[in-house]
């Protein structure tokens, strides 16, 4: 109960009493499905060392799947639910159609994942990119979800609170990962994927997992996105989109977490911030980003956690990461 | 039963035959060493051997089992581990990570088990952070165990490989010029610590070797390459004063 209490309350306001501007929340809201698909690509990119260029695909699986489900059954299952609050029916139908996506989604990585992880480098990179259009295409040519015109008639299910819930979620769930035995062979692979192999690491299987949770996750913030701006068309995820998810984690560190969601939150915050500049603005943010990759090739945390950068004194009880640092 | 046995083994790359009809058999325990001039297919051998490739001819056996062909990971949980001649770290891991990942591939690991943090993997997790330290402990690598494995020096980096494939409890051992780059004395350190394993674990050591002193000193059988073909199999007090094995490294008289 107390879940639906923060819920009502922090879809109007952040801190009872402090009243946001709705263009303020917005932005707060995308930062945070940014942050999902920032953590989420970073396990396959960052830590697996493979480079996909095709998360705006599954996230594009998981946005129309997860649509699909509430638009068509949406009534079935607050009927089904109506002993629930307001609240409780909208979180439980929210939930239903993430369930859906992110599966979608998982089995979408794991189709796309088994033929194209065989390759390496800049052949993987091509072919993901290859995926993630054909899935759109496929897409922009289904009727039921709108085809050409969009998708249209969604319910606004997703607020704050959910979407900065599946961000500490994607959060626990990829750095639990990175730290345990399976997130050792995961980096192994990214150092030297030969030696890995001939230490007993089944490569193949490691590569195929990350990237059906790094897909999972994906859709589960495409079903989230959706929610949010309650309508849904193909050009939001294009090849263009994936490439602003590797921008976000290349400016955070490939290999940090809290990287990851400092790329995510900056990347929205420096588009935003310059749009006083106008027609200069995406100029500027080329022009940051070339300095950035002059001065910090690695990005800003490189391969660091954040915690790891304070006085030790400072960060009792916390884990160093896997990555050494 | 031989541990691991060669019979015609044969490896060609388009028109270039790596490796030509090369037998022997590897007993447990034994230290075998495998020599000859550079571009011999040693390391050709290693990689057949390893199942980086598939040799084009012949049957590889491990324990009477064939392993011809099958990947790499699976012929490393069936005991056969190696060492590269080219330094193969994973250089951007701490020293005692390096040798927890070849843990890995005798260790059961769940997803869901990590990602809940059940209490059998976290006592997995400590037996195997317990375990590492050990065989650092073994190979005076201990006190470095937190260093990025990048940051070693050239000799210790040689030793953390060989430790890293002594992790994942190899029946087989294949060093792939182990004594490359060290100084006399580290030579002989390394010598000491071949022999010690071997003793200690019992396990059979293939050898790739230039440094003859390492390979006359502690291998029990020598076996001679030269383009790509066997010249000369046998102790190494007979090897070196075999004529065919004195031409190939010092050119026809």
């Known amino acids: 109960m107390a879940l639906w209490a923060a819920n009502g309350l922090l879809s109007g306001t952040l801190v009872p009493g402090v009243q946001i501007s709705p263009y303020f929340l917005q932005v707060l809201c995308l930062a945070g499905i940014n942050i999902i698909l920032a953590v989420s690509l970073n396990l396959i990119n960052g830590f697996t060392g493979q480079f996909s260029i095709g998360h705006a695909g599954f996230m594009a699986i998981g946005a129309y799947a997860s649509a699909y489900v509430t638009v068509t059954f949406g009534d079935k299952i607050r009927a089904a639910l109506a002993f629930l609050p307001q609240g409780g029916r909208d979180g439980a139908l929210l939930l239903a159609g993430l369930a859906v996506g992110g599966a979608l989604a998982a089995i979408a990585g794991f189709l796309v994942g088994v033929p194209s992880l065989r390759l390496r480098g800049d052949y993987l990179a091509i072919v993901t990119l290859g995926f993630g259009e054909i899935i759109r295409v496929f897409i922009l040519n289904i009727d039921a979800v709108g085809g050409a015109r969009g998708f249209t008639g969604i319910s606004k299910l997703a607020n704050f609170f959910w979407i900065y819930l599946f961000a500490a979620i994607t959060i626990l769930v990829v750095s639990r990962i990175v730290r345990s035995s399976f997130g050792r062979t995961l980096i192994a692979i990214r150092e030297d994927e030969i030696a890995a192999e001939a230490m007993g690491v089944d490569t193949t299987r490691s590569k195929v997992i990350s990237f059906i949770v790094s897909s999972a996750l994906a859709g589960i913030a495409g079903g989230l996105f959706g929610h949010y701006l309650m309508y849904l068309h193909t050009n939001s995820f294009t090849f263009i989109k994936s490439i602003e998810i590797i921008i976000m984690i290349v400016i955070g560190g490939l290999g940090s977490i809290t990287g990851s969601v400092l790329g995510a939150v900056l990347y929205i915050g420096l588009t935003e911030g310059l749009r006083e500049f106008a027609q200069y603005r995406m100029v500027l943010f080329s022009f940051l980003l070339v300095v950035l990759m002059i001065v910090r090739p690695q990005g800003i945390l490189g391969h660091r956690e954040f915690l790891t950068l304070l006085p030790k004194r400072w960060r009792l009880g916390v884990d160093a990461p896997p990555a050494g640092g | ?253």
């Open chain 2, 1 to 253: 039963m031989a541990l691991l046995e060669l019979s015609g083994v044969t490896m060609r790359f388009g028109g270039l035959i790596a490796v030509n009809d090369v037998s022997f058999q590897v007993e447990p325990g034994q230290l075998y060493g495998l020599i000859g001039p550079n571009g011999a297919g040693k390391t050709t051998v290693f990689n057949v051997i390893t199942g980086v490739y598939t040799p084009t001819q012949g049957v590889i056996r491990l324990e009477g089992e064939s392993i011809g062909g099958k990947r790499t990971g699976r012929i490393t949980r069936h005991g056969v581990a190696r060492t590269f001649q080219n330094i193969r770290l994973f250089s951007d891991m701490t020293v005692v990570e390096n040798v927890k990942v070849a843990f890995h591939c005798r260790q059961a690991a769940h997803l869901g088990a990590a990602m809940l943090r059940t209490k059998t993997h976290a006592a997995e997790e400590d037996r195997v952070d317990r375990e590492s330290r050990e065989l650092l402990k073994i190979f005076h690598l201990d006190r470095l165990a937190e260093e990025k494995a990048r940051n070693l020096p050239y000799g210790s980096q040689r030793r953390l490989e060989i430790a890293r494939a002594m992790a994942t409890s190899p029946r087989l051992l294949l060093l792939d010029e182990p004594a490359a780059g060290m100084n006399p004395q580290e030579a002989n350190e390394l010598m000491d610590l071949i022999r010690w394993i071997r003793d200690q674990y019992g396990m059979a050591i293939l050898l790739v070797e230039h440094n003859m002193k390492v390979v006359m000193g502690i291998c029990e059988t020598v076996h001679v390459l030269d383009y790509g073909s066997t010249i000369a199999v046998g102790p190494p007090a007979k090897i070196q004063k075999d004529p065919k094995v004195i031409e190939a490294y010092l050119g026809g008289a």
